[in-house]
């Protein structure tokens, strides 16, 4: 039954496939990774294209895939351009206007581009944390806080957009509040309006408040 059904999305794959679209997409790869067309790494990424269409075409062996190559596109530094190149080019695959598997494409791309973008921020913030750190003010200091913490909850925010390692999540989330924490203690300290930052009727809501 399985080989059937590999087969049979095998023959759907070779029946929708666009090679010119293809060809551009590995076109893309290589310029985004300033690499040759059969570099190893543009290759390995052109093979989860060709998985994820699979997975869309019910290859039983290939679940997930579409994820996958999110992934993959927003650690490899993939430009917005060519996700939706990606993106148009999966679209061939999906079965009868399968509502679900649209819902896939477009999670895809929005796992994609959150990455790509997430990671880039990353740098920004970590040049904005040390500039911050050199302030010598009570200011600077809580800036300097906050400013880690943003970075660590991106680092989370990562993480949990890739489905992965959960309690590289929790260090992370744990972390970031703590600096929030610090920075709460600068202001109400350095402030001559302390009580503008005092939080104390904050709370975490419990999971009965959400139903």
């Not at 790869?29 to 998985?51: M, P, W, Y």
């Amino acid at each position: 039954m399985a080989h059937d059904l590999s087969a049979a999305a095998m023959q759907r794959f070779h029946d929708r496939f666009d090679r010119t679209r293809y060809r551009t997409i590995g076109e893309y790869i290589a310029s985004n990774l300033n690499a040759e067309r059969g570099d190893k790494v543009v290759i390995s990424l052109l093979v989860a294209v060709q998985n994820a269409a699979l997975d869309l075409l019910g290859h039983p062996d290939l679940s997930g895939m579409c994820h996958d190559l999110a992934i993959q596109c927003g650690r490899s530094n993939l430009s917005v351009h060519t996700i939706d190149a990606i993106r148009d080019f999966l679209r061939l695959f999906v079965e009868d206007n399968d509502d679900v598997q649209y819902l896939w494409i477009d999670d895809f791309e929005a796992t994609a581009k959150a990455m790509l973008i997430a990671y880039g921020a990353l740098e920004q913030l970590k040049m904005a944390t040390a500039h911050a750190n050199g302030v010598h003010s009570w200011q600077g200091r809580a800036a300097y806080d906050l400013l880690a913490s943003v970075e660590l909850f991106t680092q989370a925010a990562i993480t949990l957009l890739a489905h992965d390692d959960e309690p590289y999540t929790h260090e992370k989330l744990h972390r970031g509040l703590n600096r929030i924490t610090g920075a709460l203690y600068e202001c109400v300290r350095g402030s001559e309006q302390p009580r503008l930052f005092n939080f104390r009727s904050v709370y975490f809501p419990h999971e009965r408040d959400h139903r």
